[in-house]
């Protein structure tokens, strides 16, 4: 579902998008967390979205499976890693 670039290009414009992009930044950030944490193979879906605060089929709808998220919240992690500007790592979900 995603594709491997240094942006993710998200839909926007009416409630249901907003709300999806809302609901994928969540997954992201909650994932960024976890598996920092406790890692991949330790990471359960159970895990994930109840820390997201999300339901359990929003993982394989959005990122299509646990290794999809773990690449989007890679992907992000990696350009908020990068060098300090002014940047809003939150935004870089919505770029």
């Not at 605060?53 to 990696?78: D, E, Q, R, T, V």
């Amino acid at each position: 579902m995603l594709a491997a670039t240094s942006k993710m290009q998200f839909a926007t414009g009416n409630g249901h998008d907003a709300r999806s992009e809302d609901t994928r930044a969540r997954m992201v950030g909650a994932a960024i967390d976890v598996f920092g944490k406790v890692g991949y193979e330790a990471s359960s879906t159970r895990l994930l979205v109840d820390r997201a605060g999300i339901n359990l089929s929003a993982i394989p709808y959005h990122f299509g499976g646990k290794h999809g998220l773990y690449l989007a919240a890679a992907i992000i992690a990696h350009i908020c890693a990068g060098p300090e500007d002014d940047r809003d790592c939150g935004s870089a979900i919505r770029e």
